[in-house]
């Protein structure tokens, strides 16, 4: 099975709220982390990332916060925008040899209300 | 910059029909290429990865196979389609021997099988 879940598979916000989505994990020996945002008939595009090694990481509007002691993974969109409506996922890797295979969520649907 | 892309966009195959996808990807050399099938509303599958020409990892037993005939071309094919062969594919890329690989996606090609 998937080692990395979603708490909510929609979540649906009024336009200029702030968004949090939120992922679990299950490996502790994950290493890095990453979020990704697909629009529909689109493929993924990354927003942001993280290593296990950062607790938190900031990007435009976006954060991403790390809790390795709970397994657990966030992201946080600041004044949420009509374009951000899309599925959010969350991946993770395990380092190991020389191949890095991403291990990914069902992802969140968000959809933002005028 | 890197850019990815796929083709077909849209693709409606009769079930016994082969098939035959194909992936480019520009401006990098000997990347780490993948095959995803994602369903609807489903998260992302692995079918195939590459870590060079020639050199095919399968991730689940299928009625597809892949092939790489030149550094930056993954192609997905099958010699007979299935009705559960219809989804959402994507090609990704990643740099090789890098410590923490994120994966670049496709516009991905929508297949139908009828």
């Known amino acids: 099975g998937e080692s990395v879940g979603l708490h909510l598979p929609t979540l649906s916000v009024q336009e200029g709220d702030n968004s949090i989505i939120n992922c679990a994990y299950s490996?502790?020996?994950?290493?890095?982390f990453i979020w990704y945002k697909q629009e529909s008939g689109k493929g993924p595009q990354f927003i942001i990332d993280?290593?296990?090694?950062?607790d938190k990481r900031q990007g435009q509007r976006v954060t991403v916060l790390l809790n390795k002691t709970v397994k657990h993974l966030s992201l946080q969109i600041a004044a949420t925008q009509p374009g951000d409506s899309a599925v959010y996922f969350c991946?993770?890797?395990?380092?190991?040899?020389?191949?890095?295979?991403?291990?990914f969520g069902k992802g969140t649907l968000l959809t933002v209300n005028p | 910059s890197q850019t990815i892309h796929q083709w077909p966009a849209t693709l409606v195959q009769p079930v016994g029909s082969p098939l035959s996808l194909e992936c480019t990807v520009e401006?990098?050399?000997?990347?780490?290429l993948y095959w995803y099938r994602q369903a609807a509303g489903r998260g992302l599958q692995l079918l195939f990865y590459?870590?060079?020409?020639?050199?095919i990892s399968s991730e689940v037993p299928q009625n597809l196979s892949a092939s790489r005939p030149q550094d930056r071309q993954f192609i997905l094919s099958s010699k007979k389609l299935l009705l559960s062969d219809s989804g959402f594919y994507l090609c990704?890329?990643?740099?090789?021997?890098?410590?923490?690989?994120?994966?670049?996606f496709g516009p991905g090609t929508r297949l139908l099988v009828l």
């Open positions: 990704a890329w990643s740099v090789s021997g890098g410590a923490l690989e994120t994966q670049y």
């Open positions: 401006g990098t050399s000997n990347p780490n």
């Open positions: 991946a993770e890797i395990v380092s190991g040899g020389s191949n890095y295979k991403l291990t």
């Open positions: 590459s870590v060079g020409i020639g050199q």
């Open positions: 490996n502790s020996a994950s290493d890095y």
């Open positions: 993280i290593r296990s090694n950062m």
